[in-house]
């Protein structure tokens, strides 16, 4: 069983999503800001991060620097959640470090493309 | 009112008409001075004429009596002398012609200023001879012709007769010698009269001539003058309000029309200048309400978004359950949550679509360029669009003629076009055919990229053509109801293909179906083509001679704020768009300095800084760079003069840039001064303080050096070219009163050393008391 990590502050959506992702069998834990996110990697180490990029303490870009630095840490996949979908947040997101993104609120199927698409490139990999 | 004489056309026609005059007097005086002398010049002829018959009265008095007294010598040797009728008639006629001879000169002297003379004695003398002749008349004014007499012949009788006339022949000659010198006194008159009246007219002339050249010079030449200076004033003053300053004004030209003509201009100017203001500030007011506007609903459709993920969400969650196990609990309200989820999700392509449309408007839409195999792309969004396809029934096909199917284009909006184009296309057609045409052309030396949908459906009218591009519109408003749409799909599509500098057109006719052709020019080069709506590229402000800053920022909000912060401290500063067209505007440019920030699409700020660093031209230019990303040392290693983090504090960019500028004050000392010496007064002066002495004669290089800012105090000394030095030290004053420079006048050779050395001095203490005020303000100066 595949472990996600949601990095997500909105409590609503925290809830939904994490519902979803393990009626699809997945196992979800939960951070609820950047800080705590990184932490939770670090000592977690999931499968996939699903990180949203307006966190309070340490915001989404910050934390997927801090992730892609550290050895242990630089080869989980990460998924930029972003609720602005402005011009650029892709690009910020892309080069911060995250290996794709979507905006919210989430297609979840595509979500689910997506995150199966980065799980079985790791495992290829 | 200036009076009549103010009035330029007034002056100009009174002296027209008084040179007028004036030519018209001399043609008076030429013509009457003609019909003086032609009377004179007649009198002169009798005279001649006379003096000619004098003459010959002479002569011919003397040849008679010699003649008688030869015939009376002959009669007195006892011959007789018989005079023929005929010889008496010629010698009678010959006395007559004597009188009329001697008539016409008394005539001509009666008329003399002398009057004629007492003829007595000639006229006693031809009375004497008429009796010698028998013709006895004492009068001998009346000849009786002797032909008509019967006489017989005559013999001179007595001789003597002619002998004794001798006295009356020699007194008739002193009468006639007088008469002769009158008539020579009468001459001379005459001529000088003729004289006179020539040298009389022509003084006259000269005077007139004169007279009209004093008027023309006194009141032409300051008139024409006038009229130069004023039109000079005139044109000038269009001139600066061609060039834009609205507020410049022709200085006073008097009251003449001239004058008026710029009065009345200086009140149009006046005008154009309110005019302008109201419409700049009205426009103003439009941006500022077009901004919040925008602002607006960007907010408000983010904010509308969080509670929209949780509608749509949960009711998704919901679905899946109920489809995963039926028999859940609240199974029954499938079709009712089914209804939520669905109005769900039109509320949020709303709210896109708004967010969109109001980007465009905003002008803040920009382009994000990558390459695309644009057959992929088209295959991919029919895939997308293959549900509503089957839906309808409807059949589709794509044609394409590519040169080459691999393209640059911003992908995600032109799958956004071509998503809406298509969804419409199975909107509004049942049982039919839907195209997509792909073509690739030239037009005008680009190459340009079409796709067409063509449907088959229920087409519209000119009318709804006409309307379907306006935001909020559909073909017909009852559209809306039975198909469904914001209305705002085609409105976002044609905002994007002409945010790509291509348009969005539509063909149809009701019932025979419709063609969307979505076209765009293909870019060359890679991907930095940065465009954004209502916005050129590169722009520069704030003229003048000041610091040029040039800031690279792809992203146009903080673009502007930079440019904002940085124009308000009074620098001058040009800004690009991209990578690419940061550098070229660098080296195009060479500013002082370079903002730079590293995340942009295209070429990123590494690769700028890169090829900065290796261009001879900008490589001594320091560069500020900044990013969301906190890479300090990275940049600081990569060559950057400065690196800062976003959002940057106003006060922290620009002690930047403050910096990072040439230590002016106590910086660089321009020498112009002609001696080699100078330069060894200059130094010992300034030790070793950190001062570069720029010693030159060439004035040209001196402005140079002033106008890049690299001057800080010029020391004019001993120069040849004083003219030129007046004109340098003018033009530099300018530099002056803005306080980037500071001029020094000191002749060296009459100063000397020390006073050199005091002036200097003097100069120094300022600045740096000056410094170190603004450093207390907050502004850091360099730290060396």
């Not at chain 1, 977690?44 to 997927?64: C, F």
């Not at chain 2, 032909?147 to 006639?176: H, K, N, R, W, Y």
């Not at chain 2, 005008?444 to 306006?470: K, L, P, W």
């Not at chain 2, 020390?754 to 001095?761: D, G, L, P, Q, S």
Request: glycine residues 8%; aromatic residues 4%; hydrophobic residues 40%.
């Amino acid at each position: 069983m595949n472990t996600l990590l949601l990095v997500e502050d909105n409590e609503m959506n925290r809830d939904m999503l994490s519902r979803r992702l393990r009626r699809k069998g997945f196992q979800v834990e939960i951070a609820v800001d950047g800080q705590e996110g990184l932490d939770m990697t670090r000592s977690l180490l999931p499968d996939l991060v699903l990180l949203d990029m307006s966190l309070p303490v340490m915001d989404g870009w910050s934390v997927a620097r801090e992730l892609r630095r550290e050895e242990q840490t630089a080869s989980i996949p990460v998924i930029a959640l972003t609720a602005h979908a402005m011009q650029g947040d892709r690009e910020k997101a892309l080069e911060a470090g995250c290996d794709d993104y979507d905006i919210k609120p989430v297609d979840f199927k595509r979500l689910l493309g997506k995150i199966q698409a980065l799980l079985d490139g790791t495992k290829e990999g | 009112m200036g009076g009549q004489l103010k009035s330029l056309i007034n002056r100009i026609g009174l002296v027209s008409a008084v040179v007028l005059g004036l030519f018209l007097t001399s043609i008076l005086v030429v013509l009457y001075t003609g019909s003086v002398n032609k009377e004179t010049i007649k009198s002169l002829q009798q005279v001649s004429s006379a003096q000619a018959d004098n003459v010959e009265l002479r002569q011919g008095i003397a040849s008679f009596h010699r003649q008688l007294l030869a015939r009376e010598a002959l009669a007195g040797s006892g011959e007789v002398i018989e005079l023929s009728d005929d010889e008496r008639k010629d010698l009678a006629e010959e006395v007559q012609g004597f009188r009329d001879k001697a008539g016409r000169v008394r005539e001509t002297l009666d008329r003399g200023p002398d009057g004629s003379l007492d003829m007595g004695p000639v006229d006693q003398l031809l009375a004497g001879w008429h009796s010698i002749l028998g013709v006895a008349r004492a009068d001998g004014i009346h000849d009786a012709h002797p032909a008509e007499t019967s006489q017989p012949p005559m013999i001179l009788v007595t001789p003597g007769s002619a002998q004794a006339l001798q006295p009356l022949v020699d007194q008739s000659f002193s009468v006639i010698d007088r008469q002769s010198f009158r008539l020579q006194r009468a001459s001379v008159a005459l001529n000088e009269d003729i004289n006179q009246t020539v040298s009389r007219t022509s003084r006259g002339i000269q005077v007139i001539f004169v007279l009209s050249l004093i008027i023309v010079l006194a009141a032409g030449v300051p008139l024409v003058r006038h009229i130069r200076r004023s039109l000079t004033q005139l044109t000038g003053g269009t001139r600066q309000w061609r060039d834009g300053d609205l507020a410049y004004r022709i200085p006073e030209l008097g009251g003449d029309e001239l004058g008026l003509l710029a009065r009345e201009f200086n009140g149009m100017a006046g005008k154009l200048e309110k005019m302008l203001e109201e419409v700049r500030a009205a426009s103003r007011r439009a941006d500022e309400a077009n901004q919040a506007k925008s602002s607006f609903l960007a907010n408000m459709s983010h904010e509308l978004r969080t509670p929209l993920n949780a509608i749509i969400g949960y009711s998704e969650m919901y679905l899946e359950e109920i489809e995963d196990d039926p028999e859940a609990a609240g199974g029954e309200f499938k079709d009712d949550i089914r209804k939520v989820h669905s109005a769900g999700q039109h509320l949020l392509s709303l709210i896109n679509d708004v967010l969109d449309i109001s980007k465009v408007e905003a002008g803040k839409m920009t382009l994000f360029i990558e390459p695309v195999n644009i057959l992929d792309l088209i295959g991919e969004t029919v895939d997308t669009i293959r549900p509503m396809l089957e839906e309808k029934s409807n059949t589709l096909k794509i044609n394409h003629q590519l040169e080459s199917p691999e393209i640059e284009a911003d992908v995600t909006k032109v799958r956004q076009v071509l998503l809406n184009l298509l969804s419409n296309a199975c909107k509004f057609t049942e049982n039919g055919e839907i195209t997509v045409e792909g073509r690739q052309y030239h037009s005008r030396g680009r190459t340009i990229q079409s796709i067409a949908v063509i449907d088959t459906g229920i087409g519209m009218t000119e009318e709804q053509q006409a309307r379907i591009f306006q935001a909020f519109t559909q073909a017909d408003s009852s559209t809306t109801r039975s198909y469904g749409g914001t209305g705002l799909g085609l409105t976002i599509c044609k905002g994007f293909s002409e945010l790509m500098g291509g348009d969005l057109t539509v063909e149809s006719s009701p019932g025979s179906g419709s063609r969307f052709t979505f076209y765009f020019p293909l870019v060359s080069g890679s991907g930095e083509q940065i465009l954004q709506l209502g916005s050129e590229g590169v722009t520069e402000e704030s003229e003048g001679e000041g610091i040029r800053v040039l800031i690279i920022d792809d992203d146009p909000t903080a673009l502007d704020l930079t440019r904002r912060v940085l124009v308000r401290q009074g620098f001058r500063v040009i800004t690009a768009q991209s990578g690419r067209q940061g550098l070229e505007t660098a080296r195009k440019e060479l500013p002082d300095v370079i903002i730079l920030d590293v995340l942009m699409p295209g070429m990123d700020g590494w690769q700028v800084m890169a090829e900065l660093g290796s261009d001879e031209r900008t490589q001594h230019i320091p560069v500020v760079m900044q990013s969301m990303l906190h890479e300090r040392e990275l940049g600081i290693k990569r060559g950057a003069a400065d690196y800062l983090t976003k959002p940057v504090a106003k006060e922290r960019l620009t002690g930047a840039v403050r910096a990072l500028l040439p230590e002016k004050p106590a910086g660089n000392l321009l020498l112009v001064d002609e001696r080699e010496e100078s330069l060894e007064t200059a130094e010992s002066v300034l030790g070793d303080r950190q001062a570069e002495i720029i010693r030159t004669d060439d004035l040209d290089h001196a402005r140079q050096l002033v106008k890049a800012g690299k001057v800080g105090l010029i020391v004019i000394g001993q120069h040849s070219q004083s003219e030129e030095i007046a004109d340098f030290m003018e033009e530099m004053q300018c530099s002056a009163e803005s306080g980037r420079v500071t001029i020094l006048l000191l002749n060296l050779s009459d100063a000397g050393d020390e006073e050199f050395a005091a002036r200097i001095n003097s100069y120094l203490r300022r600045q740096s008391a000056r410094r170190s005020s603004k450093a207390a303000n907050g502004v850091t100066p360099k730290s060396d």
